[in-house]
């Protein structure tokens, strides 16, 4: 193809967006409508499964050992947790950290009773983390037949309550993007459908002059992923604007909530969306036009 | 140059061909009317020669062409041999004139320099130089048809083809498209004619075929447009 072709082909592609106004309109709003929609639940979905993660990770199995174990062997205990992939994080709690911490937390002025004595002697342990809380069954397991371990405290209620909620939120996301795929679908079909009148009479005119599939389709397909484009910008931008004031303001007004409801940042967040939004933008303004053009080229 | 032979064309299986049995050659530098009745079957046969319609049977060759032989992607390079106007203009309605005409060089194309070269020179013969910014529903219908004709000859096709060129137009521009198409014809360029304008036909003494029920019933040299009726 020749630039002077090319040139002419980006021309056209562009200019089409002014001439039909209307039909540019309605694309722009389909897809901007759609990609609106999934930005929102995308930005909700990432939010409520940080909040989770961050109560997972919160989630601790507490190893205690025999009271004649040594310093290397709980050393070497630990090293082998560390191993495993399951394991997040570990945390030796020695019987004295132990105690200053419980002192801290319930005593205060009234631990001096029992200076130079500590009442946990023996109760050193291992605080272990897990990746994915729905592991702890199985570490637990594992923790039973190591040798020295004495007692192992945690608690299943909590990890099974946490692997349902993520269970739940799956099938949700799963759910909510199928109802928001079938309604996108919908509203592009009546875009495309509005394309294929605006365009018949041209694409005849074009194809009875001579001009090959190429060159009547190209204008047309460059006309779609500009509108891709700018149907992705805009509700780009509104969400950006819309999630950022929700977690100003909810962080102002619900300060009580702040420990349990973990926002992200709109950096983290428009990381993924951004290429995201463009990709489909762009996919359903090159797939609606090269719909609407293909019906039309048998002439 | 155009050969039918033995050309029918149906559009149902049980129903009237459009054409049926058609016979016609057309030699290089001709001026032929087709004539006949609304639903004679002069429009297919248009169609036909613009291989926009393939025949149920018969052959049909343009410049040695068997044109229902060709392959899809051949179909647009063939087209470009064969300028065309029709009673509707066909033209793009959003695009001045110059965009309308610069188009049939464009999707050939033809170096936007001799572009800016040729369309003029175009605009010029169908007497619309000054006319060129303008868009085409600022015009009148002669004034359309002068920029369909540019159009269709821009690309310099040896055949051109109208279907119906003065359906929309009144006596005084019909009769200015028509001695455009008599000059274009005089440069050499075969041009065939589909129209049920008896007047003009009756005035120009050139060949012309009739054709009643899908059939050619008459085909006569410097001939007139027999009222069948």
Same mark, same amino acid.
């Given at each position: 193809?020749?630039?002077?072709?090319?040139?002419?082909?980006?021309?056209?592609?562009?200019?089409?967006?002014?001439?039909? &106004? %209307?039909?540019?309109?309605?694309?722009? @709003?389909?897809?901007? @409508?759609?990609?609106?929609?999934?930005?929102?639940?995308?930005?909700?979905?990432?939010?409520?499964?940080?909040?989770?993660?961050? %109560?997972?990770?919160?989630?601790?199995?507490t190893?205690?050992?025999?009271?004649?174990?040594?310093?290397?062997?709980?050393?070497?205990?630990?090293?082998?947790?560390?191993?495993?992939?399951e394991?997040?994080?570990?945390?030796?709690?020695?019987?004295?950290?132990?105690?200053?911490?419980?002192?801290?937390?319930?005593?205060?002025?009234?631990?001096?009773?029992?200076?130079?004595?500590?009442?946990?002697?023996?109760?050193?342990?291992?605080?272990?983390?897990? &990746?994915?809380?729905?592991?702890?069954?199985?570490? %637990?397991?594992?923790?039973e037949?190591?040798?020295?371990?004495?007692?192992?405290?945690?608690?299943?209620?909590?990890?099974?309550?946490?692997?349902?909620?993520?269970?739940?939120?799956?099938?949700?996301?799963?759910?909510?993007?199928?109802?928001?795929?079938?309604?996108?679908?919908?509203?592009?079909?009546?875009?495309? @459908?509005?394309?294929?009148?605006?365009?018949?009479?041209?694409?005849?005119?074009?194809k009875?002059?001579?001009?090959?599939?190429? %060159?009547?389709?190209?204008?047309?397909?460059?006309?779609g992923?500009?509108?891709?484009?700018?149907?992705?910008?805009?509700?780009?931008?509104?969400?950006?604007?819309?999630?950022?004031?929700?977690?100003?303001?909810?962080?102002?007004?619900?300060?009580?909530?702040?420990?349990l409801?973990?926002?992200?940042?709109?950096?983290?967040?428009?990381?993924?969306?951004?290429?995201?939004?463009?990709?489909?933008g762009?996919?359903?303004?090159?797939?609606?036009?090269?719909?609407?053009?293909?019906?039309?080229?048998?002439? | 140059?155009?050969?039918?032979?033995?050309?029918?064309?149906?559009?149902?299986?049980?129903?009237?061909?459009?054409?049926?049995?058609?016979?016609?050659q057309?030699?290089?530098?001709?001026?032929?009317?087709?004539?006949?009745?609304?639903?004679?079957?002069?429009?297919?046969?248009?169609?036909?020669?613009?291989?926009?319609l393939?025949?149920?049977?018969?052959?049909?060759?343009?410049?040695?062409?068997?044109?229902?032989?060709?392959?899809?992607?051949?179909?647009?390079?063939?087209?470009?041999?064969?300028?065309?106007?029709?009673?509707?203009?066909?033209?793009?309605?959003?695009?001045?004139?110059?965009?309308?005409?610069?188009?049939?060089?464009?999707?050939?194309?033809?170096?936007?320099?001799?572009?800016?070269?040729?369309?003029?020179?175009?605009?010029?013969?169908?007497?619309?130089?000054?006319?060129?910014?303008?868009?085409?529903?600022?015009?009148?219908?002669g004034?359309?048809?002068?920029?369909?004709?540019?159009?269709?000859?821009?690309?310099?096709?040896?055949?051109?083809?109208?279907?119906?060129?003065?359906?929309?137009?009144?006596?005084?521009?019909?009769?200015?498209?028509?001695?455009?198409?008599?000059?274009?014809?005089?440069?050499?360029?075969?041009?065939?004619?589909?129209?049920?304008?008896?007047?003009i036909?009756?005035?120009?003494?050139?060949?012309?075929?009739?054709?009643?029920?899908?059939?050619?019933?008459?085909?006569?040299?410097?001939?007139?447009?027999?009222?069948?009726?």
């Amino acid at each position: 193809m020749k630039i002077s072709t090319l040139v002419f082909t980006f021309k056209q592609g562009f200019k089409n967006i002014f001439r039909n &106004k %209307v039909f540019s309109l309605a694309t722009v @709003a389909t897809i901007a @409508a759609c990609i609106f929609l999934f930005g929102m639940f995308y930005a909700m979905v990432v939010n409520i499964q940080y909040s989770i993660e961050k %109560v997972e990770t919160s989630v601790a199995v507490t190893v205690f050992f025999d009271d004649d174990i040594t310093e290397a062997r709980i050393q070497e205990i630990s090293n082998q947790i560390s191993s495993r992939s399951e394991v997040s994080s570990i945390n030796y709690v020695s019987a004295d950290a132990a105690w200053e911490s419980f002192k801290m937390d319930y005593l205060g002025e009234y631990a001096d009773g029992y200076e130079g004595d500590n009442p946990l002697a023996g109760s050193e342990n291992l605080e272990i983390y897990l &990746k994915d809380v729905s592991k702890q069954s199985e570490l %637990v397991a594992y923790l039973e037949t190591v040798d020295g371990v004495r007692e192992i405290n945690h608690s299943d209620a909590t990890a099974n309550i946490l692997t349902k909620i993520n269970e739940l939120l799956s099938y949700v996301s799963l759910g909510i993007i199928g109802i928001l795929l079938a309604v996108s679908l919908f509203l592009i079909s009546n875009t495309v @459908a509005m394309g294929i009148s605006v365009r018949r009479e041209e694409i005849a005119i074009m194809k009875l002059i001579g001009a090959t599939d190429f %060159v009547v389709r190209s204008p047309f397909l460059i006309e779609g992923i500009l509108l891709g484009i700018i149907g992705a910008l805009i509700p780009l931008a509104a969400v950006y604007y819309i999630y950022n004031n929700i977690v100003e303001y909810a962080s102002q007004h619900f300060v009580i909530l702040n420990d349990l409801l973990q926002f992200r940042s709109a950096t983290d967040i428009f990381h993924v969306l951004i290429p995201v939004a463009l990709v489909l933008g762009v996919g359903l303004g090159f797939f609606g036009s090269f719909i609407t053009v293909r019906r039309h080229l048998k002439v | 140059m155009i050969t039918l032979e033995h050309v029918s064309k149906s559009y149902t299986n049980d129903g009237m061909p459009a054409l049926n049995d058609v016979s016609l050659q057309i030699d290089k530098g001709e001026f032929v009317f087709i004539v006949g009745d609304s639903g004679s079957g002069k429009s297919t046969m248009i169609k036909l020669l613009l291989r926009e319609l393939t025949p149920s049977d018969g052959r049909i060759t343009v410049n040695g062409v068997d044109v229902a032989r060709l392959k899809r992607r051949q179909i647009p390079k063939y087209r470009r041999n064969i300028g065309c106007v029709f009673q509707d203009f066909r033209l793009l309605k959003d695009r001045n004139v110059y965009e309308n005409v610069a188009f049939a060089q464009r999707v050939i194309e033809i170096p936007t320099k001799k572009i800016k070269k040729n369309v003029p020179a175009m605009l010029s013969l169908v007497g619309l130089p000054e006319k060129y910014k303008s868009k085409t529903r600022q015009l009148s219908g002669g004034e359309q048809q002068r920029v369909a004709l540019a159009r269709a000859l821009v690309n310099n096709p040896p055949i051109l083809l109208a279907d119906e060129p003065t359906g929309n137009l009144d006596p005084r521009n019909s009769w200015e498209i028509m001695r455009l198409l008599e000059e274009i014809n005089r440069r050499g360029t075969t041009v065939v004619v589909v129209t049920h304008n008896r007047e003009i036909v009756n005035a120009m003494r050139k060949r012309v075929v009739t054709v009643k029920k899908g059939v050619i019933v008459s085909d006569e040299e410097k001939g007139e447009y027999i009222d069948e009726d």
